[in-house]
């Protein structure tokens, strides 16, 4: 399958202070990239899509100042949570299809602890 | 209704044996289908997937589909405890953003020496 990757693996930041969490497809191009959120024993929800150069388009609930989410190339999208709280702290997946398949790759997750 | 809905389990099944996870779907335009495993802590990699109605096997993993029945299964045959694991079950959708994957809350498994 191909291969997406995720940088940094965890973080642990203060309350207030942003945090920028990046996802690369490494052997395709990703013509779309998705970003979810899974807090413990909770099922994956999905906070936004991104396509190459476009805007993303953010769930229903999902606040579009706060997580800010660019895709300039066919290989990388950041997301980054802008003043981060407590409640944010979660587990932050993104996942990459490509313009010849459905199927959708995920990177290996960012875990993310606000303090 | 849930737009994917799954046991949580956990289904436990002896070492050797089949296990059986089960998923329906409530949107009648679903196209494609996909099972995930998930181990604790870690993120969803892709089993398999499925189109068309019937059976699909890859390995010792049978992915089969019933749309009338709105129903999609996983079969895993000659269960390993590395098989122990959450199997989220996902569906595509076409909307206005995109195609878009609807997961289902998952169903435990253990399997037991």
């Known amino acids: 399958g191909a291969v997406v990757s995720q940088h940094p693996s965890w973080v642990i930041c203060k309350s207030g202070t942003s945090v920028k969490i990046e996802c690369r497809s490494l052997d395709f191009q990703a013509t779309t990239m998705f970003w979810y959120r899974q807090f413990p024993k909770q099922s994956l929800m999905l906070m936004a899509t991104?396509?190459?150069?476009?805007?993303?388009?953010?769930e229903q609930g999902v606040e579009k100042d706060k997580f800010l989410i660019n895709h300039a190339s066919l290989t990388l999208s950041t997301l980054t949570v802008t003043s981060a709280h407590p409640e944010d702290s979660s587990f932050y997946i993104c996942?990459?299809?490509?313009?010849?398949?459905?199927?959708?790759?995920f990177g290996p997750g960012t875990r993310l602890t606000v303090l | 209704q849930k737009e994917v809905e799954q046991n949580s389990g956990p289904l436990s099944v002896p070492e050797g044996a089949i296990a059986s996870l089960n998923c329906t779907y409530s949107d009648r335009g679903s196209q494609s289908f996909f099972w995930y495993r998930q181990y604790s802590g870690k993120s969803p990699e892709l089993i398999m997937f499925i189109y068309s109605n019937g059976d699909k096997e890859d390995g010792r993993f049978t992915a089969q589909l019933n749309k009338a029945s709105q129903y999609v299964s996983l079969l895993i045959r000659d269960s390993q405890p590395s098989d122990s694991a959450t199997y989220l079950c996902a569906v595509n959708r076409v909307t206005g953003g995109g195609n878009k994957l609807t997961f289902g809350t998952g169903t435990q498994l253990k399997v037991e020496l």
């Open positions: 991104s396509n190459e150069g476009s805007k993303a388009t953010y």
């Open positions: 996942s990459a299809s490509g313009r010849w398949f459905n199927e959708q790759f």
